[in-house]
């Protein structure tokens, strides 16, 4: 029987025939959190002292034993059913990585079997996939995964790490709906998809797509989202004359290019009559008046209305936009001036000083209280990247054309 009494002896022996074990058990763990060593032995031990040892399995590197106290970090449980004792550490260390050894205790030399630990830090990853979205719009996130994992367990999780990422899946190859997520796992192509639907700001940060791997860590890659608010609504003053025509251009985001697009007039854009739209909308009647053409851009992501001989009616408030149901407030809101006399056709936004100053782009503020629904999109002046939606000059920021 194995016995710590006579430290010089037991180390011979362990010496002797640690290089003796039949099996290798490889366990990995994450740095901070806990990892269990699975013991298993054969029949007829269920009553022998159980223990685990680190590296030559000296008398001071036995760390715990069954029927021993408590040690720190270490805690050791026998299932003499299933003929497996479990030890456990917990708060792992960096340090802690090495050789250890699975020990039966009993009368001559002891039973051994070899542990290797790996412990790695609890994060990931080196490459990080960046994407972008708009608030409203779907976004699909690719996972890529060695052929071996076809059949593995597949799952994503928010965040950047992995100890927890499987307890905390948002969804998993096994149930591969919820809500606004889906899970599409390709196996002939070892790639699964991810998409989120009906994208909002609060979902940027990073996710993590992780696979199973019941032999060692689990295998993951991480993808960081941007979801951005396309932009705002913008004011502009047009005014032209009697006679004469006059184009105005409605920038809209790039996932709206298959939607309807429209121009309709009256004073809140919920309420307005529509003039002209890119094609027919259900539930939707259109004042037909030939002279409004509406000539859509997909390719730079803005449409054009031209509206010929202008008359002294056409002065008023118009709206042009994608449809609504996306609820984005990619509206142009065009105060239009129609006067008599001599050709006035001008922006009063001072776009000849755009190039020096971005008081041209003010927000509309509105003064109904289901535009009041809109605030969140006024103060967005700080949000990159977004379009000017000046009328005729397409003054997109420097850099998007």
Not at 190 to 207: H, K, P, R, W
Request: net charge negative; glycine share 6%.
């Amino acid at each position: 029987m194995w016995s710590r009494q006579n430290p010089l002896f037991i180390l011979c022996i362990v010496l002797r025939y640690s290089t003796d074990a039949a099996d290798l058990i490889h366990v990995a763990g994450y740095q901070g959190r806990e990892v269990e060593v699975f013991c298993p032995y054969e029949n007829g031990y269920e009553s022998y002292q159980k223990y685990l040892c680190k590296e030559s399995c000296g008398y001071d590197e036995v760390l715990v034993e069954t029927g021993g106290a408590k040690r720190d970090r270490y805690s050791i449980s026998d299932n003499k059913e299933k003929k497996i004792f479990t030890v456990t550490i917990s708060g792992l260390r960096l340090t802690d990585a090495g050789k250890y050894w699975c020990g039966v205790a009993r009368t001559g030399k002891d039973l051994y079997t070899e542990v290797k630990l790996k412990v790695v830090p609890d994060r990931c990853c080196d490459n990080v996939n960046t994407v972008q979205g708009y608030v409203e719009d779907s976004m699909s996130i690719s996972c890529p995964y060695h052929s071996k994992y076809q059949h593995n367990l597949k799952y994503f999780c928010r965040g950047s790490q992995p100890s927890t990422c499987l307890q905390q899946a948002i969804i998993t190859s096994d149930h591969n709906q919820n809500g606004r997520f889906n899970l599409h796992d390709d196996k002939v192509s070892s790639n699964f998809t991810v998409t989120i639907a009906s994208l909002t700001q609060e979902d940027s940060g990073s996710y993590l797509c992780g696979v199973r791997d019941i032999n060692s860590l689990d295998v993951f890659s991480v993808t960081k989202l941007e979801v951005k608010v396309w932009c705002c609504v913008k004011s502009n003053n047009v005014t032209s004359n009697e006679g004469h025509p006059v184009t105005m251009q409605c920038p809209y985001p790039p996932q709206h290019r298959n939607n309807v697009k429209f121009l309709c007039k009256g004073d809140h854009r919920y309420s307005c009559d529509h003039i002209v739209t890119s094609q027919a909308r259900a539930g939707k009647k259109t004042h037909t008046d030939s002279r409004f053409t509406l000539q859509d851009d997909v390719r730079s992501s803005f449409f054009l209305v031209t509206i010929t001989e202008l008359r002294a009616e056409d002065s008023g408030t118009y709206w042009c936009g994608s449809d609504r149901v996306w609820s984005v407030a990619d509206y142009t809101k065009i105060q239009l001036s129609v006067g008599a006399g001599v050709n006035m056709n001008r922006n009063t936004s001072n776009t000849d000083e755009l190039g020096s100053s971005k008081q041209q782009s003010t927000l509309h503020q509105y003064d109904d209280a289901e535009d009041q629904q809109e605030s969140d999109y006024q103060n967005l002046a700080a949000v990159e990247d977004i379009y000017c939606n000046q009328i005729v000059i397409n003054c997109n920021k420097a850099g998007r054309n």
